[in-house]
C-alpha cells in the first residue's frame, strides 16, 4: 500500500505485507504505548478489519483484528487489556472516516485465505521488552534463556525468601500467567512443566507480584510476551541438555555488598523470628556471602 494513517496515539504505515504501528509517547498517550514504542504487524497474523463511531464524540475507529495465537503480546494478555490499551485499535478524527473506510477496504484485501483459522504458530514477533523490570516484591530479569527472580527484603513472603533467588531456563517453563497490574491480585507467574501451581502468587517462587498501591507495572506485559514466544519456540531437550551442562546458579555479575549486607540482615530478622531454623538462616547467608 505504501502510505500512512496518523490517528490519536499512533501512526499506522502500510506496507506490501505488514502494517508498522509507530505509537506516539505523549503525556496522554497510554503508557502501555509508550513502552512498545513501536510493532510490525504482518497481514498474515490478520483475520479481520472493524471500523466504527469511537467511545468519545467525533472520533472513528479502526481496529485490525488479530488471528487467535498469532500474537505473544495478546496471548499473555489474556483479554486484559482496556480498549484504551488495545494496540490493534487506532482512533482518529471523524472526518477522516472516508479515509480510514479506505484503508479498511485495502486492509481486508491483504488477509490471508486462513485468516478464520487460529494460527498455527505465532506470527508477530514480541515487542522488544526491556531485559529487567521491578515488581513489588522483586526484580524479574529475561536474557532470552532465562527467567531470573531475585526477591526485595521489604516486599518478598517469607517462603519467597526461604527458596531464594530463582532462574527458570525457558526449556523448563510450560507456560506464562500474567494478571494486570491494574487489577487487585496482579502478578506474572510461570509455570514450570510438571510443577503445581500454589494457590497464592505472594507464596510462590516462580511469581512475581505488582502490589497494590505499587502503581502499574506496564514493563511487565511485553516482558511476560518475550518469555512467552520463547517458551513457545523452545526446545525442551536441547534446552534441558543446555541447562545440565551450565552452572545451576548462574551468575552475570558480582552483587553489591551493601545489597547482600542488607539482605542478610533481612534473613536476621527472620531467624530471631524464628521463622528460620539456624541451618537454613547459615545456609542462606552462605549463598548471599558466596555473591560477593
Known amino acids: 500500500m505504501g502510505d500512512v494513517l496518523a490517528g490519536i496515539h499512533s501512526t499506522w504505515e502500510f506496507e506490501s505485507d505488514s502494517v508498522l504501528i509507530?505509537?506516539?509517547?505523549?503525556?496522554?498517550?497510554?503508557?502501555?504505548?509508550?513502552?512498545?514504542?513501536?510493532?510490525?504487524?504482518?497481514?498474515?497474523?490478520?483475520?479481520?478489519?472493524?471500523?466504527?463511531?469511537?467511545?468519545?464524540?467525533?472520533?472513528?475507529?479502526?481496529?485490525?483484528?488479530?488471528?487467535?495465537?498469532?500474537?505473544?503480546?495478546?496471548?499473555?494478555?489474556?483479554?486484559?487489556?482496556?480498549?484504551?490499551?488495545?494496540?490493534?485499535?487506532?482512533?482518529?478524527?471523524?472526518?477522516?472516516?472516508?479515509?480510514?473506510?479506505?484503508?479498511?477496504?485495502?486492509?481486508?484485501a491483504a488477509l490471508p485465505e486462513e485468516a478464520a483459522k487460529p494460527a498455527e504458530h505465532h506470527l508477530v514477533a514480541a515487542p522488544a521488552a526491556p531485559q529487567s523490570f521491578k515488581a513489588y516484591d522483586g526484580k524479574a530479569s529475561f536474557d532470552g534463556k532465562v527467567v531470573a527472580f531475585r526477591w526485595f527484603w521489604t516486599g518478598a513472603s517469607t517462603a519467597k525468601w526461604k527458596a531464594g533467588d530463582q532462574f527458570f531456563p525457558v526449556g523448563e517453563l510450560e507456560d506464562v500467567e500474567w494478571r494486570s497490574p491494574e487489577g487487585l491480585s496482579g502478578h506474572l507467574r510461570l509455570r514450570p512443566r510438571g510443577a503445581e501451581m500454589l494457590a497464592e502468587a505472594d507464596q510462590d517462587p516462580a511469581s512475581v507480584v505488582f502490589g497494590l498501591g505499587y502503581g502499574p507495572v506496564y514493563e511487565s506485559l511485553p516482558f511476560a510476551a518475550s518469555v512467552l514466544e520463547a517458551v513457545r519456540a523452545a526446545d525442551p531437550v536441547r534446552e534441558l541438555e543446555s541447562v545440565r551442562t551450565a552452572p545451576a546458579t548462574p551468575q552475570p555479575h558480582r552483587s553489591d555488598p551493601a545489597d547482600v549486607a542488607e539482605r542478610i540482615r533481612h534473613l536476621g530478622e527472620l531467624h530471631d523470628a524464628g521463622l528460620l531454623t539456624d541451618e537454613e538462616f547459615t545456609a542462606k547467608k552462605a549463598e548471599l556471602l558466596a555473591e560477593l
Open 22 to 108: 509507530r505509537f506516539e509517547r505523549g503525556i496522554r498517550t497510554p503508557k502501555l504505548f509508550q513502552v512498545l514504542g513501536e510493532r510490525r504487524i504482518p497481514y498474515e497474523a490478520l483475520s479481520a478489519v472493524e471500523l466504527a463511531p469511537g467511545g468519545k464524540r467525533g472520533t472513528v475507529v479502526l481496529r485490525a483484528v488479530p488471528r487467535e495465537g498469532a500474537d505473544p503480546l495478546l496471548e499473555a494478555a489474556a483479554g486484559q487489556l482496556k480498549a484504551s490499551s488495545d494496540p490493534y485499535r487506532l482512533v482518529l478524527p471523524a472526518e477522516r472516516e472516508t479515509l480510514a473506510d479506505y484503508y479498511a477496504t485495502e486492509l481486508r
